[in-house]
């Protein structure tokens, strides 16, 4: 009898746990970013820093726990063959997955089109924050999505490999 309450106990505690930590992952952390505390940049060809786009519909998510949070979507007027003339191209980008809930950005999809031509993905802001850069892709349609990936940098910085002498200094 009291081997069965134990267990029992244990079985209640280990699903409660689980579902706790379910929620976290998946709701839990991310918050809402407002139009006004955020913005989408994309690097100049000719200076060689982000500047500002304008964009309209902008919904982005973004959680503190983690730097490779951030996922973004919005619509630009802007075509692509002055975004593409203006700012840096980007090329390897691949979008991570953002939450289900988070239905506008659709990460596979993203890649697809990317690989294939039907998207164009631009260097946001390099080190956005140590070893962290923010990605733009952006469709014909003016479509745009914006995620965050780690770079060489932050690839020697999380495994422990010497830091190469190209990474900037960490505030």
């Known amino acids: 009898m009291n081997g069965r309450f134990i267990v029992s106990v ?15 992952q998946i709701y839990g952390f991310y918050d ?23 964009v309209s519909s902008l919904s982005a998510i973004d959680a503190d726990s983690s730097p490779i949070r951030y996922r973004a979507c919005f619509q630009t007027d802007q075509s ?29 999809q993203i890649g697809n089109d990317l690989a294939n031509g039907n ?3 631009f260097w946001g802001q390099r080190n956005i924050e140590y070893g962290i850069d923010r990605v733009v892709a952006i469709y014909a349609d003016g479509r745009g999505y914006v995620w965050h990936e780690v770079n060489d940098c932050g690839d020697k910085l999380y495994d422990g490999s010497p830091k190469d002498p190209n990474c900037p200094e960490r505030d």
């Open 10 to 24: 244990i079985v209640i505690c280990a699903a409660l746990a689980g579902a706790a930590m379910f929620y976290l």
């Open 32 to 54: 809402d970013v407002s139009e006004t505390d955020n913005r989408v940049v994309l690097t100049s060809v000719v200076t060689g820093a982000p500047e500002e786009i304008p």
């Open 80 to 108: 692509i063959g002055m975004l593409t003339e203006s700012f840096e191209l980007h090329p390897k980008a691949e979008p991570r997955v953002a939450p289900g809930w988070f239905e506008c950005f659709e990460a596979e």
């Open 119 to 121: 998207a164009v993905a």
